[in-house]
């Protein structure tokens, strides 16, 4: 079963920016679509962005409004989420998750429940 584990979260002024990381293990990465959700006290988990198993697809969630950046690089088997320009609604812990791509060039879901893998998380506190 698929091991991942995120770092990079911290504390952070409005305005400011961080590049999470999440690192799989156990797993051949390439097979796999890969998604950020992020969940504040209180809420539940939500879409941020994902991406294909080929990474010919990416997805951001409306709020994203162009702060955000996914990538992935299998040799690594690991993905990065860059976020930009933080600002304080955008706190919370961050997962990395992830579901066995079917279809090649497809993001085909924005539900954690579709997601049977994911890390610990990682958190983002905003400051401002």
């Known amino acids: 079963q698929p091991q991942l584990v995120e770092s990079g979260g911290g504390l952070v002024q409005a305005g400011g920016s961080l590049r999470l990381s999440c690192t799989a293990s156990r797993v051949t990465f390439s097979n796999y679509a890969m998604g950020w959700f992020r969940q504040a006290p209180g809420k539940e988990r939500e879409f941020v962005a994902g991406?294909?198993?080929?990474?010919?697809?990416?997805e951001y969630a409306d709020f994203v409004k162009g702060r955000f950046k996914f990538s992935r690089d299998d040799a690594k088997n690991t993905v990065y989420l860059q976020i930009n320009n933080l600002q304080p609604g955008d706190q919370g812990a961050y997962y990395c998750e992830a579901r066995i791509g079917l279809i090649a060039r497809t993001y085909d879901s924005r539900r954690h429940t579709d997601y049977p893998y994911w890390g610990q998380g990682s958190q983002v506190t905003v400051t401002s």
């Open positions: 991406i294909s198993m080929d990474s010919w697809t990416t």
